[in-house]
C-alpha cells in the first residue's frame, strides 16, 4: 500500500471549513484513498473514501486531485467535537490488506 | 446497533498472569483484527482473520495469540504478559471484498502490565 504524508498538527476556527491535505505521490491505479478520524483515544472512526472522483457524504466531502497524487478532506462546518486525529489512508480495495494507519493530523478546532 | 464489542475496558494485570481480551462484533462480517496503539508509533496490526478458523499474522504479533472459532468472535490472548505489551488495544471488524470495505472500530482495551 502506498505511503501518505500529512501535516502533524492544524488549527481551524469553530464553523469554518477544515481543509486536510493528504499527499500520496506513488499511489497505484487501484489504490484507495481513505479517511479516519480517532477522538480522543477512541476507536477509528471512518469518513469517507474515493478512488478517483471527488465524493461527498453527510460527514466530509473528499476532493482528488486529477493526478491522484494528492486529496484534501473537507469538513464544511468544523465544531469542537470535530476535533480529532486524521489519518489518510491508501489501499487496494477487495483485499484483505490491512489499513496501514500512519501518524495523521491532529486537527484542533478553536472556538 | 452495529458495533464492535470490546471487554474490559480497562484492565490492571501483572507480568506472567495469562489474561484475554474478548472481541464481538454484530454485523457478520468476515474480516476481524486486532490492532496496538502506542504514542508515536500509531496503530499496528497485531493479528487478523479473514473467516472462521483463519488466522494470520500482522506486524507486531510476538506474545500474542487470536482465535477465531465462530464469526462474531475474535479474542486476543495474551499468555504470558510483559510490560512491553502495556498499550491501547483495538479490535476491528470488516466485510473481507468490496471497495467500500469500512471499518469498524471498538472503543478500545488499555491494558497496563505492572
Known amino acids: 500500500d502506498a505511503k501518505t504524508t500529512q501535516p502533524p498538527s492544524m488549527d481551524c476556527a469553530e464553523g469554518r471549513a477544515a481543509n486536510l491535505p493528504c499527499n500520496h505521490s506513488?499511489?497505484?491505479?487501484?489504490?484507495?484513498v481513505y479517511w479516519y478520524r480517532q477522538i480522543h483515544s477512541q476507536g477509528p472512526q471512518y469518513i469517507i473514501h474515493?478512488?478517483?472522483n471527488n465524493e461527498t457524504n453527510e460527514m466530509a466531502s473528499l476532493i482528488i486531485t486529477e493526478d491522484r497524487k494528492s486529496s484534501t478532506l473537507i469538513l464544511p462546518h468544523a465544531t469542537l467535537r470535530d476535533t480529532a486525529v486524521y489519518y489518510c489512508?491508501?489501499?487496494?480495495?477487495?483485499?484483505?490488506?490491512?489499513?496501514?494507519f500512519g501518524t495523521g493530523t491532529s486537527l484542533t478546532v478553536i472556538p | 446497533e452495529a458495533q464492535v464489542t470490546q471487554n474490559p475496558r480497562y484492565l490492571i494485570t501483572v507480568t506472567g498472569k495469562k489474561l484475554t481480551v474478548t472481541c464481538s462484533q454484530n454485523?457478520?462480517?468476515?474480516?476481524m483484527s486486532w490492532y496496538r496503539q502506542d504514542p508515536g508509533l500509531g496503530l499496528r496490526q497485531i493479528y487478523y482473520?479473514?473467516?472462521?478458523?483463519?488466522?494470520d499474522k500482522g506486524d507486531v504479533p510476538e506474545g500474542y495469540k487470536v482465535s477465531r472459532k465462530e464469526k462474531r468472535n475474535f479474542p486476543l490472548i495474551l499468555e504470558s504478559p510483559s510490560p512491553n505489551q502495556t498499550s491501547l488495544y483495538f479490535c476491528?471488524?470488516?466485510?473481507?471484498?468490496?471497495?467500500?470495505?469500512?471499518?469498524?472500530f471498538g472503543q478500545g482495551t488499555r491494558l497496563t502490565v505492572v
Open positions: 476491528a471488524s470488516r466485510r473481507n471484498g468490496g471497495a467500500n470495505t469500512e471499518a469498524f
Open positions: 506513488t499511489i497505484s491505479g487501484n489504490e484507495y
Open positions: 474515493g478512488l478517483k
Open positions: 489512508i491508501v489501499r487496494v480495495a477487495n483485499t484483505g490488506n490491512q489499513f496501514y
Open positions: 454485523m457478520n462480517h468476515e474480516y
Open positions: 482473520s479473514m473467516n472462521v478458523e483463519v488466522t
